[in-house]
């Protein structure tokens, strides 16, 4: 055989039962297929290009030989009498200064062995508060709501809190009182690791971990009950997996078993015993309190020869355990808990996937052709390949590939005998577990469709929202909640599904197997590449709409709701929609400042040939739509300056320095009326800020205005009593609102100033070391001014300047979050560096004045041809999305619901959506 060989594993699902290996010839060197970095074995696959390391294999011994030669010379220099002899006579002289050492260093490795003993759950102190209700099986009880009973609904907001020690979390949650109880997995090429974590409800701290050294990534989820957590280990193709009992308030084990086959499935705990399916090992029954000597006291044991693929989750009842088959057992099951004693077996002609609820005396079970990771029609095709391989008949492929098709049901069983009291069919498979709720079903399925039934089978809603959706819901007190297959989660009101409350993005790439638990006005889920995230808030602490300027406000990046940013982006829509094929400046629009968001809708200036002047535009619910556009206000200049919205006004100047008839002006947001202008000097900044009770405005070129807002706190009515003027101040950039301060940058003298929020005056004036070129911003205690020559950074109640950052000068305006600040400055250099003044990363060939974009651990930067991503710490730069074609982007990029909002010279504003 000639050329290089390709080894490919066969793409399969979470269901496939024999992997294979093919080889295959290929050119251009030598690529392996194996299971996807931090994704689950036998969820998806990833080619990984080996020529270099065929190359490495080659020489790798004659490496390996050089290194032991060299050792064993080495050491056998060292046992030489004459060095024995020497290093005695140093170890004599340095006696003091070596027991020390060895002290120490005996220390620290107790130390470690002690704090890593602790942090595994192998015997730590550490105890956690589990004062509310048991999570006693998958989704909490035999409803499988999803949800904490009690608390508010969450219904706006962005990411809380994520917990990124592991990527990877395939498991649902379970919540008891303020802790969240979650499993982790990293599983890869070189990789097999997995953990079971106790976190902080409110700040996602970790309480306790276990991870033994073996322990390997795991998809069962944790159930809770009486001071016991149990849960499975592995992953599809694991084949000696383990169930596992800890102490769960402490993390300490207490007993585990290993088993001959995967534990995918999630546990019920009832009445001392634990039941969990085991795959093609069956069912177990297992006493919670352990036997003889520690070990795991197996009550009963149901073997997979009969109850083969039992990965759904079972359910206990009245005495019984109820159960699914999957592939090769299609069927629903019901066992006496007592003694596994099979009461009666309803054949189904589905794997059975979805794990049983119960409800109103029936049990509810979804089933259908297809997995987690694959559609029915790729899994029908590799099974009739192997058919067409083993030499089956053309009547038996036929036969299979009608089987094997797009195909879904829910049915109704009747829990004593298990007669089918009704069935609900649908396009395609039901994965997720069925959850209910006074009386009524909510389920999703892989044809994208989220139904609502009663519990005799009548169709009551439904929701088309154009994704597979193959996850369990979480039903709250109002609202229904569901994550699709791109990682989107859904807030919709139970009463009625046209009614979507909420959406926001969990999580950048998929696989998202992970299903929502909701509690105390929060949702906990997993994510593949985002790790394990908190989102979300309460109703009640949504206050008025807020977009305090520029970004979001000085020193925001334009990251509007916490949403993660897309692994890549794709172009989705522009506005104004333009002549693309013309080439006179008329027929291009220009955007010229960031968009303002707030609730739900979009501000933004434009400069489109006769139309200039701003517009409302409300962001499409479906793909490959425009925007609608609500209103639209048309002003004697264009604007440069971003809007700001407060409550129900959108504030906005027209015009920059040296143009006339400026105006600062006063919108009502619903309809785009005018409820007051102001004017504004041709030379003046016109920089803009708005907080809750006050706006900022540089209407004059040595002037600050300061204008308090009287009535509600939705109008836009000036109390021109409360309101004040400063004067001789030159403002450059724009000014920041603390609680109590104005921060303003001054060109003549070169400072950093504060002043009284209330009448104006000067608290504190730092001369700073060189000229500013933006206005400040501010994060705790500290103030950032960007100027010709770097970053200076001061404390913000008295002035002092505690460090600066010398990177050249500052171009356009500085942005931060908790740990960093950072600025691009006119050379083309992005920089950004911690509040302390220490550079963690930097990359060239960036736009200049345009900043960068801070979401988590990434940056991205606006560069002349495309976007691009830069990794924190670290400095990896990778383009994100070409941009050229769009004529150049003018207005740096805002992020909500993971779409990207930008302005551009030609295409003006500029909708990108995540890539698929």
């Given amino acids: 055989m000639q050329g290089p060989i390709r080894w490919m594993r066969q793409p399969h699902g979470r269901r496939c039962r024999r992997p294979r ?77 070596v027991l020390v050492f060895l002290a120490g260093l005996a220390g620290v490795i107790y130390g470690v062995g002690y704090l890593r003993s602790a942090w595994a759950g192998n015997g730590g102190a550490v105890r956690t508060d589990l004062s509310g209700a048991d999570w006693w099986a998958y989704r909490g009880g035999p409803q499988r709501r999803g949800a904490v009973p009690g608390g508010p609904d969450p219904v706006a907001g962005g990411v809380q809190w994520a917990f990124t020690e592991f990527k990877t979390f395939y498991s649902s949650p379970a919540v008891v009182g303020s802790r969240v109880f979650v499993s982790a997995a990293d599983k890869g090429l070189f990789s097999d690791r997995g953990a079971i974590y106790c976190l902080d409800a409110l700040g996602g701290g970790v309480v306790w971990k276990y991870a033994p050294k073996g322990f390997r990534a795991t998809y069962s989820s944790p159930a809770v009950a009486g001071g016991y957590l149990v849960c499975g280990e592995g992953l599809h193709f694991t084949r000696d997996a383990r169930i596992t009992c800890l102490d769960a308030a402490t993390g300490k084990k207490l007993w585990e078993y290993r088993t001959a086959s995967h534990v995918e499935s999630s546990p019920a705990i009832a009445e001392g015993r634990v039941y969990i399916g085991a795959g093609d090992d069956g069912l177990y029954c297992i006493a919670l309190k352990p036997g003889p000597e520690g070990k795991a006291n197996v009550l009963w044991h149901l073997p997979g020869e009969k109850y083969p693929d039992c990965e759904t989750s079972p359910i206990v009842h009245a005495g019984k355990v109820y159960f699914g088959l999957g592939e090769g057992g299609h069927a629903v099951v019901c066992v006496e808990a007592a003694t596994g004693k099979e009461l009666w077996r309803t054949e189904a002609p589905y794997p059975v996937f979805g794990s049983p609820a119960i409800a109103d005396g029936k049990v509810f079970v979804g089933m259908g052709n297809g997995n987690m990771i694959e559609s029915a029609e790729a899994v029908r095709d590799k099974h009739v390949r192997r058919m067409k391989q083993r030499g089956a008949s053309q009547a038996e492929i036929d036969a299979a590939y009608a089987r094997l098709g797009p195909a879904g049901e829910v049915w109704a069983l009747d829990l004593q005998t298990g007669k089918v009291l009704w069935r609900y069919r649908l396009k395609r498979t039901v994965l997720g577990t069925i959850a209910a709720a006074d009386g009524k079903l909510y389920f999703g399925s892989r044809d994208g469709v989220f139904h609502c039934l009663t519990t005799d089978g009548r169709l009551v809603d439904r929701l088309d929202v154009h994704e597979p959706i193959v996850t369990s819901p979480a039903v709250g007190a109002q609202h229904v909640y569901f994550v699709t297959e791109t990682g989107r989660l859904y807030a919709v009101n139970r009463e009625d599904f046209s009614d979507v409350r909420w959406q926001a993005a969990v999580g950048t790439a998929g696989p998202f197997l992970s299903s929502p638990a909701v509690a105390g006005g929060r949702v906990y889920v997993g994510t593949s590449a985002d790790g394990f995230v908190c989102i979300g808030t309460p109703v009640a602490e949504k206050g008025p709409a807020l977009w305090a300027g520029h970004l979001g406000g000085p020193g925001r990046s334009g990251w509007a709701d916490r949403d993660p940013l897309p692994e890549r982006g794709s172009f989705a829509w522009r506005y104004p929609k333009t002549d693309s094929a013309a080439e006179e400046p008329s027929a291009t629009a220009k955007v010229h400042a960031p968009v303002a968001l707030a609730d739900g809708a979009l501000y933004v200036g434009v400069e489109a040939g006769e139309k200039v002047g701003l517009a409302r535009l409300t962001p499409p619910r479906k793909r490959r739509q425009p925007p609608k556009e609500e209103w639209f206000y048309p002003t004697a200049n264009p604007v440069y300056e971003s809007p700001a919205v407060r409550g129900k006004c959108v504030f906005i100047v027209d015009g920059r320095p040296g143009q006339k008839g400026r105006h600062l002006h006063c919108l009502d947001a619903a309809s785009g009326r005018v409820v007051w202008k102001r004017p504004v000097a041709d030379d003046a900044p016109a920089a803009l800020a708005v907080g809750a009770d006050r706006l900022m405005v540089a209407d004059a070129a040595d002037g600050l205005s300061c204008l308090t807002f009287g009535g509600d706190e939705q109008s836009g009515i000036i109390d021109e009593a409360e309101s004040w003027r400063t004067t001789g101040l030159a403002l450059v950039g724009r000014p920041a609102l603390t609680k109590d301060l104005v921060l303003v940058a001054t060109a003549d003298p070169p400072a950093a100033a504060a002043l009284d929020v209330v009448e104006g005056g000067v608290l504190w004036r730092t001369k700073l070391p060189a000229g500013p070129t933006t206005g400040p911003i501010w994060r705790g205690e500290l103030v950032a001014v960007g100027t010709a020559e770097g970053i200076a950074i001061l404390g913000l109640w008295d002035g002092e300047l505690r460090t600066f950052i010398r990177c050249g000068k500052v171009a356009g305006s500085l942005v931060a979050d908790r740990r960093h600040v950072a600025a691009t400055t006119v050379a083309g250099e992005a920089v950004i560096c911690t509040w302390e003044g220490q550079q963690v990363a930097s990359a060239k060939d960036v736009l200049p004045g345009l900043a960068p974009m801070l979401v988590r651990d990434r940056a991205l930067l606006c560069r002349k041809r495309d976007l691009a991503v830069l990794r924190l710490p670290g400095g990896q730069v990778k383009r994100w999305m070409r941009t050229s074609w769009l004529g150049g982007i003018t207005a740096p990029p805002v992020l909500a619901g993971s779409h990207l909002y930008f302005g551009t010279g030609r295409k003006g504003l500029v909708c990108v959506r995540p890539k698929r």
Avoid at 25 to 42: K, N, Q, T
Avoid at 49 to 70: D, E, F, K, M, R
Avoid at 86 to 95: D, P, Q, S, V, Y
Wanted: aromatic share 2%; glycine share 10%; no cysteine.
């Fill in 21 to 97: 290996l093919v080889l295959m010839v290929a050119a251009g060197g030598v690529s392996l297929a194996l299971p996807a970095v931090a994704r689950a074995d036998g969820l998806a696959v990833v080619p990984i290009l080996i020529g270099p390391l065929q190359v490495l294999l080659t020489v790798l011994p004659a490496i390996l030989i050089g290194i032991v030669v060299a050792i064993a010379g080495t050491v056998v220099a060292m046992f030489r009498p004459t060095a024995l002899k020497a290093a005695g006579r140093l170890l004599w002289r340095k006696k003091l200064p």
